[in-house]
């Protein structure tokens, strides 16, 4: 179809068989335009366009084109710009009086989270370690990892007291994080009840009540009488 203006303050509508002009009232000025569907010389513009993937709960938006008094999405949302949710194609329209702009379609994919991973232990609960003890922390099965200590495998070995979290990823490039696994170590109390036995000029026996986690002992002793330790 084409649209003309005679000169007269009246239009008028035509069905073209080909895109030539010769078909017009002579003198008349043309638009071209799709019939019922927008009469409109602007169109609205979605960003981003196209085919998208998105991941659930990523507050991924699509934005209408600036300079309109009014949108009316697909979804119903009449403001700008919108948060998707749900897998869908998406468009929009503005309409002042009885001109109606349109907008592109735009398909987006929303992809579930992989599952929240699990972290297990070893020794499990891993608290209450003795200091030269570590702990072997490892996730539930997933595409790739990301700790953060910095390591990507299944499996990490710590030895220090910490919260460890683990993130993981899915092919989609989706990612989870885990709850924290909670990695405490004892403090290493010092020896009590030191009692010396079996004292003569040459030698004594030394005992002392043995401490949890301890892996060996030092000592020192001074000659009565004097300041130096040895």
């Not at 509508?13 to 002579?26: G, N, R, V």
């Not at 196209?50 to 999405?73: K, P, Q, R, V």
């Not at 194609?89 to 002042?96: D, E, G, K, L, M």
């Not at 070893?122 to 608290?127: E, H, L, M, Q, V």
Request: net charge positive.
């Amino acid at each position: 179809y084409c649209m003309f203006y005679d000169g007269t303050g009246s239009f008028g509508a035509q069905a073209l068989t080909s895109p030539t002009a010769d078909l017009l009232p002579t003198g008349v000025a043309f638009r071209n335009f799709i019939a019922g569907k927008n009469s409109c010389e602007q169109s609205i513009t979605v960003t981003p366009s196209g085919s998208i993937e998105t991941c659930a709960g990523s507050n991924f938006t699509l934005s209408a084109s600036d300079g309109f008094s009014n949108y009316l999405w697909s979804t119903g949302d009449t403001s700008r710009v919108i948060t998707i949710k749900t897998t869908d194609n998406y468009s929009v329209t503005s309409t002042t009086s009885n001109c109606t702009a349109f907008s592109n379609g735009v398909a987006v994919l929303v992809n579930k989270l992989p599952a929240k991973p699990v972290i297990t232990s070893s020794p499990s609960p891993a608290t209450n370690l003795c200091p030269n003890k570590t702990a072997k922390l490892t996730s539930s099965s997933a595409a790739y990892y990301l700790w953060n200590t910095g390591g990507t495998t299944k499996t990490i070995t710590v030895n220090k007291p910490g919260n460890y979290l683990v993130t993981v990823t899915d092919v989609n490039g989706c990612k989870n994080t885990s709850d924290p696994a909670v990695v405490t170590y004892q403090s290493c109390s010092p020896p009590i009840n030191l009692r010396v036995a079996d004292l003569t000029q040459f030698r004594a026996m030394l005992n002392w009540d043995t401490v949890q986690c301890s892996v060996g002992y030092q000592y020192q002793y001074r000659v009565k009488g004097s300041l130096m330790w040895t």
